[in-house]
């Protein structure tokens, strides 16, 4: 009996390892996969790197010098935009500093002119004020003479 329950036990035992044991299978369906789908990998990148290379290569034979004689023409222009504005700058600038310096000039020129014109004020209001004391002293003498004559019962001179 011993010899047929071994028996029995690598029957069981292949059975099962062919039944459920998958393992191999499975190993060779997984590389077959990761085999087809690198070459269709490798083909889209081989394509990728093909348009790639052909776009470099327009890229530097027909639109680098194109771009680098535009470059330059626009940088001629541009250096003479900028001369241009440069010295139109300076103009306003130059102008600028002109009429300032014509302000301050008149406004100095202003000062002085309202100096003398207050100085003037001051010198004729002296004059008037001089004028005002002489004629009320002039007119107290004037009122007090005629006050001592009508108190004296006299009459004014007429001048």
């Known amino acids: ?26 190993n060779a369906e997984s590389k077959n996969m990761l085999y087809e789908f690198e070459t269709k990998r490798g083909d889209k990148e081989l394509i990728k790197m093909n348009s790639s290379v052909e776009m470099i290569s327009t890229v530097n034979n027909e639109l680098f010098p194109n771009i680098v004689k535009v470059a330059k023409d626009n940088i001629q222009n541009m250096n ?49 004020d001089s004028k005002f004391v002489k004629q009320m002293s002039e007119l107290r003498e004037n009122f007090s003479d005629i006050d001592g ?8 001179k007429n001048d």
């Open 1 to 26: 009996m011993a010899v047929i329950a071994n028996d029995i036990s690598k029957d069981i035992g292949i059975v099962y390892s062919r039944l459920f044991d998958n393992q191999s299978a499975i």
């Open 80 to 128: 003479e935009k900028v001369k241009a504005t440069t010295e139109k700058t300076d103009e306003i600038l130059n102008e600028n500093n002109s009429f300032q310096l014509n302000l301050s000039d008149e406004k100095k020129a202003l000062e002085e002119e309202w100096e003398k014109f207050q100085s003037w004020l001051v010198i004729e209001r002296e004059k008037v």
């Open 149 to 156: 004559l009508t108190s004296s019962g006299k009459q004014p």
